[in-house]
């Protein structure tokens, strides 16, 4: 079973930033399309962005789209995802996962981590 531990998060003011890391814990990421998915609270669970195994090919939800960018780095087994400009609507718990793919940008399968919570408020 795939392990991925997040963090990064934590509490932060509107237009602030933060950069969440995703960590593979036992296994490597290199071969996987991997997905930044969100859940606010009384909300379902909504990717947010996935990154090719290579790294060349990202998507992007249409809200997050030119304030987040997600990167990898398959030499440190790790998926990264800068946010900036951060709004009070991008509150949540963010996880990672194995994702479908960039252009079907879900997750693989129903495995979730711990998330790292995000909170964007004055």
């Known amino acids: 079973q795939k392990q991925f531990v997040e963090s990064g998060g934590g509490l932060v003011q509107p237009g602030g930033s933060l950069r969440l890391s995703c960590a593979a814990s036992g296994f490597t990421l290199e071969y996987y399309v991997i997905g930044w998915f969100r859940q606010a609270p009384g909300k379902e669970r909504e990717g947010v962005s996935c990154?090719?195994?290579?790294?060349?090919?990202?998507a992007y939800e249409d809200s997050v789209k030119g304030r987040f960018t997600i990167s990898r780095d398959n030499a440190k087994n790790t998926v990264y995802l800068q946010m900036n400009s951060l709004k009070p609507e991008d509150t949540g718990v963010y996880y990672c996962a194995e994702a479908v793919g960039v252009g079907t940008c879900r997750a693989f399968d129903n495995y979730w981590g711990q998330g790292t919570q995000v909170t964007v408020s004055s």
């Open positions: 990154i090719s195994s290579s790294g060349e090919s990202t």
